[in-house]
């Protein structure tokens, strides 16, 4: 069996073909699952990962995605972001002495949020916000 890997474009319809119809996907695993079974219906040497699925459902305007995080133990710094892998910007505030403390992170791209403990993320939710069905 030799595998083959569809295009981005096949990829992001069968992502919209299944939450279209799901509504909201629990984790990341279980929609690459689903968008793989989809593809293979076209050829059944398709095969995508969970990280690939992830990336382009970031791109899908009609499809929200949350992260789950867990806390971790002591202040962390973070260059890029848990989720879409983009750049994040620190969030400051000015303490009594006029200087700027790093309170979190905010993503340029996703949008995503994180104070300096919880940004680790554990689990990702896929919604759908389109208003039909594909």
């Known amino acids: 069996m030799d595998r083959k890997i569809p295009?981005?474009?096949m990829v992001a319809n069968a992502i919209k073909k299944v939450l279209s119809s799901r509504k909201i996907v629990e984790s990341q695993e279980?929609?690459?699952?689903?968008?793989?079974?989809?593809l293979q219906k076209a050829n059944k040497d398709y095969v995508v990962g969970a990280t690939r699925v992830k990336r382009i459902?970031?791109?899908?305007?009609?499809?929200?995605?949350?992260a789950k995080t867990k806390k971790s133990v002591g202040l962390q710094k973070i260059d890029k972001c848990p989720i879409c892998g983009s750049e994040v910007k620190e969030i400051k505030v000015k303490n009594l002495?006029?200087?700027d403390i790093v309170i979190g992170y905010k993503c340029s791209k996703c949008g995503y949020e994180s104070d300096l403990e919880a940004f680790l993320p554990m689990r990702y939710i896929f919604i759908?916000?389109?208003n039909r069905l594909i």
Do not use: F, R, Y
Request: hydrophobic content about 40%; overall charge negative.
């Open 57 to 66: 459902a970031l791109e899908i305007p009609e499809i929200e995605v949350k």
């Open 30 to 38: 279980e929609l690459a699952s689903l968008v793989e079974k989809e």
């Open 7 to 9: 295009s981005k474009e």
């Open 128 to 130: 759908w916000k389109g």
């Open 97 to 99: 002495l006029g200087k």
